[in-house]
T-cell receptor
Framework: AQSVTQPDIHITVSEGASLELRCNYS??????LFWYVQSPGQGLQLLLK??????LVQGIKGFEAEFKRSQSSFNLRKPSVHWSDAAEYFC????????FGAGTRLTVKP | DSGVTQTPKHLITATGQRVTLRCSPR?????VYWYQQSLDQGLQFLIQ???????AKGNILERFSAQQFPDLHSELNLSSLELGDSALYFC????????????????FGAGSRLTVL
């Protein structure tokens, strides 16, 4: 069965620092992987997706993620975090019945 | 505005009652998905419809049911409500349920927050 694990429940970084959010997946075939962001009181917004091809994918808001099949990982990165990036981030895998991780809450210190 | 409309935004009701949540998908999208988000369970996939037909089922309770109408809007019916049903219910839509060309990306609505007292 497909599943997603986000090991970090809460991460705090300083504004301007780099960020990496971890995601590990379990999927029977070629995974369809996504990162979504949820701001307080909002729905989920797609940051980026991986279906096939180049394993380094670029998304919106300066985010990128790298698919590593050998590690079953799809970590999200950003070189320099802005205060507006504070939100909850969800990794997801699947197609029709997309499964989400538990989320990582990002706090940005001034 | 994502283009996915959910009503009502907030709903407070009592245990044992029945409520209906409504979702209008983004224009052109044929698939509708329902998710439940709670503090203890996280984001749980409930059910998916494509052009009026059920396509995938997740952790949806028997007390819950959904349907998609000819105009493609969808309703999630929650009955015999319990305290534990309090959650944020999200609807999402997508253009194509199985195509791996990049078209199957979920667009989420803002959610309906249900509080059961």
């Amino acid at each position: 069965a497909q599943s997603v694990t986000q090991p970090d429940i809460h991460i705090t970084v300083s504004e301007g620092a780099s960020l990496e959010l971890r995601c590990n997946y379990s999927y029977g075939a070629t995974p369809y992987l996504f990162w979504y962001v949820q701001s307080p009181g909002q729905g989920l917004q797609l940051l980026l997706k991986y279906f096939s091809g180049d394993t380094l994918v670029q998304g919106i808001k300066g985010f990128e993620a790298e698919f590593k099949r050998s590690q079953s990982s799809f970590n999200l990165r950003k070189p320099s975090v802005h205060w507006s990036d504070a939100a909850e981030y969800f990794c997801a895998v699947g197609l029709n019945d997309m499964r989400f991780g538990a989320g990582t809450r990002l706090t940005v210190k001034p | 505005d994502s283009g996915v409309t959910q009503t009502p935004k907030h709903l407070i009701t009592a245990t044992g009652q029945r409520v209906t949540l409504r979702c209008s998908p983004r224009s052109g999208d044929l698939s509708v998905y329902w998710y439940q988000q709670s503090l203890d369970q996280g984001l749980q996939f409930l059910i998916q419809y494509y052009n009026g037909e059920e396509r995938a089922k997740g952790n949806i309770l028997e007390r819950f049911s959904a349907q998609q109408f000819p105009d493609l809007h969808s309703e999630l019916n929650l009955s015999s409500l319990e305290l534990g049903d309090s959650a944020l219910y999200f609807c999402a839509s997508s253009a194509e349920p199985t195509q791996a060309s990049g078209a199957n990306v979920l667009t989420f609505g803002a959610g309906s927050r249900l509080t059961v007292l």
